[in-house]
């Protein structure tokens, strides 16, 4: 039954050379973020939902640069197996172009307009205005690292992970020595509480893009040719608009999809204490789900190489493959993660955050809903993410990725949340029902076999 899984030792070791690095990556940054959670909640509930809510902006735009990556990888990885380093130069310069224009209008308005953005997140005065002062000293870091990871993300597809654990892993180190600095007034810093926390940020983000600048200087695995990434053509730009495009809106308009659910949230009875859960919960979350998302990645690299390099035959067996690994290694964490929840987490962890009874007791719950779909997550991210994007079938990733969202996931969750008044709980049982619907969706496409494209011979 399982007999394609035979796929030789080279492989899984091929799999865990780029999923390693990705998973230290991710690690390493989730580790740090939650120590910044850990800080922030030093300060009280209210400082620490009012970075909840600063980081709604944050969220969507991080995952519009996410679409601007995915949308090269598809690109850069087929691109990369045909050996076409002029062409992977002229679609990183669209992607720069492309992700410095959004975080520079991003930036633009949590600036200038932090109290106006703020107060559509959150109904508590409180936690409104702390989260306007956070959010107009972070906005203009995203610019910086919008830039630095699409450079990362370009060398991921072309199958060199290590870069990114590298840069991200010096600028998170940074991001949390100058957090406990700026926060507490230690380390011979001034002591700025929760504007402490976003300065550190802002001058973490800025070091992510001087050294990703600095090896693009001293590379020679890849060499970065200025006369093309400053002006990549018009041909390259029209490939990058309709391949690159759907990803972009499928990111952009999730990530403004799953930005409701903290906004739902924020506008239910206890918001503060609910908010407060909600950051410690996602980012114990995001810690668990590592292994996830690294065997995306490495599924992209993996399937848009193969596709031209392999029969139809032979990359439809390596979708079903990778999308067995992750079925099986989501369940796996999902077993243990449930486990350390009760026997480690909830005893030991989370009287460090100072939560009050009720918002660990909702944490408590939000990350038990979250394990139990994790396997139907873990299949759905691998199989939308890394393998029909991967094959280059943007668009049909595109309409299950947000089909189960938007028509049902979101319209349940408010009527829930904000109509019905009813528990938290409910919210997150109807994103179990979102994870389910683009289960069944993306398997039929998958064995449909309409996803392998080699959008390079095509577009030729």
């Given at each position: 039954?399982?007999?394609?899984?035979?796929?030789?030792?080279?492989?899984?070791?091929?799999?865990?050379?780029?999923?390693?690095?990705?998973?230290?990556?991710?690690?390493?940054?989730?580790?740090?973020?939650?120590?910044?959670?850990?800080?922030?909640?030093?300060?009280?509930?209210?400082?620490?939902?009012?970075v909840?809510?600063?980081?709604?902006?944050?969220?969507?735009?991080?995952?519009?640069?996410?679409?601007?990556?995915?949308?090269?990888?598809?690109?850069?990885?087929?691109?990369?197996?045909?050996?076409?380093?002029?062409s992977?130069?002229?679609?990183?310069?669209?992607?720069?172009?492309?992700?410095?224009?959004?975080t520079?209008?991003?930036?633009?308005?949590?600036y200038?307009?932090?109290?106006?953005?703020?107060?559509?997140?959150?109904?508590?005065?409180?936690?409104?205005?702390?989260?306007?002062?956070?959010?107009?000293?972070?906005?203009?870091?995203?610019?910086?690292?919008?830039?630095?990871?699409?450079?990362?993300?370009?060398?991921?597809?072309?199958?060199?992970?290590?870069?990114?654990?590298?840069?991200?892993?010096?600028?998170?180190?940074?991001?949390?020595?100058?957090?406990?600095?700026?926060?507490?007034?230690?380390?011979?810093?001034?002591?700025?509480?929760?504007?402490?926390?976003?300065?550190?940020?802002?001058?973490?983000?800025?070091?992510?893009?001087?050294?990703?600048?600095?090896?693009?200087?001293?590379?020679?695995?890849?060499?970065?040719?200025?006369?093309?990434?400053?002006?990549?053509?018009?041909?390259?730009?029209?490939?990058?608009?309709?391949?690159?495009?759907?990803?972009?809106?499928?990111?952009t308009?999730?990530?403004?999809?799953?930005?409701?659910?903290?906004?739902?949230?924020?506008h239910?009875?206890?918001?503060?204490?609910?908010?407060?859960?909600?950051?410690?919960?996602?980012?114990?979350?995001?810690?668990?789900?590592?292994?996830?998302?690294?065997?995306?990645?490495?599924?992209?690299?993996?399937?848009?190489?193969?596709?031209?390099?392999?029969?139809?035959?032979?990359?439809?067996?390596?979708?079903?493959?990778?999308?067995?690994?992750?079925?099986?290694?989501?369940?796996?964490?999902?077993?243990?993660?449930?486990?350390?929840?009760?026997t480690?987490?909830?005893?030991?962890?989370?009287?460090i955050?100072?939560?009050?009874?009720?918002?660990?007791?909702?944490?408590?719950?939000?990350?038990?809903?979250?394990?139990?779909?994790?396997?139907?997550?873990s299949?759905?991210?691998?199989?939308?993410?890394?393998?029909?994007?991967?094959?280059?079938?943007?668009?049909?990733?595109?309409?299950?990725?947000?089909?189960?969202?938007?028509?049902?996931?979101?319209?349940l969750?408010?009527?829930?949340?904000?109509?019905?008044?009813?528990?938290?709980?409910?919210?997150?049982?109807?994103?179990?029902?979102?994870?389910?619907?683009?289960?069944?969706?993306?398997?039929?496409?998958?064995r449909?076999?309409?996803?392998?494209?080699?959008?390079?011979?095509?577009?030729?």
């Open positions: 039954m399982f007999s394609y899984m035979r796929q030789g030792k080279e492989f899984y070791r091929r799999l865990f050379r780029l999923a390693l690095p990705i998973i230290l990556q991710n690690l390493i940054t989730e580790s740090l973020a939650l120590a910044d959670t850990f800080m922030v909640g030093r300060l009280g509930e209210a400082p620490l939902a009012a909840t809510l600063a980081n709604i902006p944050i969220y969507v735009e991080q995952l519009m640069i996410f679409g601007f990556q995915s949308g090269s990888s598809v690109l850069i990885s087929q691109f990369y197996g045909r050996g076409d380093h002029r992977i130069n002229r679609v990183l310069g669209i992607g720069m172009y492309a992700a410095g224009g959004i520079a209008l991003f930036g633009c308005v949590m200038f307009f932090p109290m106006q953005c703020m107060s559509l997140l959150g109904n508590d005065a409180a936690v409104v205005a702390l989260a306007a002062k956070y959010c107009r000293i972070v906005a203009f870091s995203i610019f910086f690292g919008g830039l630095s990871e699409i450079y990362i993300a370009a060398h991921r597809s072309m199958g060199n992970p290590k870069l990114g654990l590298c840069i991200l892993g010096v600028s998170m180190v940074t991001n949390v020595v100058l957090n406990y600095g700026f926060i507490f007034g230690r380390l011979g810093l001034p002591e700025l509480g929760i504007e402490g926390a976003a300065l550190a940020t802002l001058i973490s983000r800025t070091l992510q893009l001087v050294l990703a600048v600095g090896h693009a200087v001293v590379s020679k695995t890849f060499r970065v040719r200025p006369s093309l990434l400053f002006r990549p053509g018009a041909d390259m730009a029209r490939r990058f608009v309709r391949f690159a495009t759907p990803v972009v809106l499928n990111e308009l999730w990530g403004l999809g799953t930005s409701l659910y903290p906004t739902i949230m924020g239910m009875d206890s918001s503060k204490a609910i908010l407060a859960a909600y950051a410690v919960a996602g980012n114990v979350e995001k810690i668990c789900t590592v292994a996830i998302f690294a065997v995306a990645a490495a599924a992209a690299v993996l399937v848009g190489q193969s596709v031209v390099q392999e029969s139809k035959e032979k990359v439809q067996e390596l979708g079903r493959v990778m999308n067995t690994v992750a079925v099986l290694g989501g369940a796996v964490v999902g077993v243990v993660a449930t486990v350390l929840l009760y480690v987490l909830r005893p030991l962890v989370f009287p955050f100072e939560l009050s009874a009720q918002a660990e007791g909702i944490a408590l719950m939000m990350l038990t809903v979250t394990f139990v779909f994790l396997p139907l997550q299949y759905n991210t691998t199989n939308i993410v890394g393998v029909l994007r991967g094959g280059g079938d943007v668009r049909m990733a595109a309409c299950i990725d947000l089909g189960a969202l938007w028509t049902v996931a979101i319209p969750s408010a009527i829930v949340g904000l109509v019905l008044r009813w528990n938290v709980l409910w919210v997150y049982l109807v994103k179990g029902l979102e994870q389910a619907a683009k289960a069944v969706i993306g398997s039929w496409r998958t449909s076999g309409k996803w392998v494209r080699d959008i390079t011979r095509q577009e030729a």
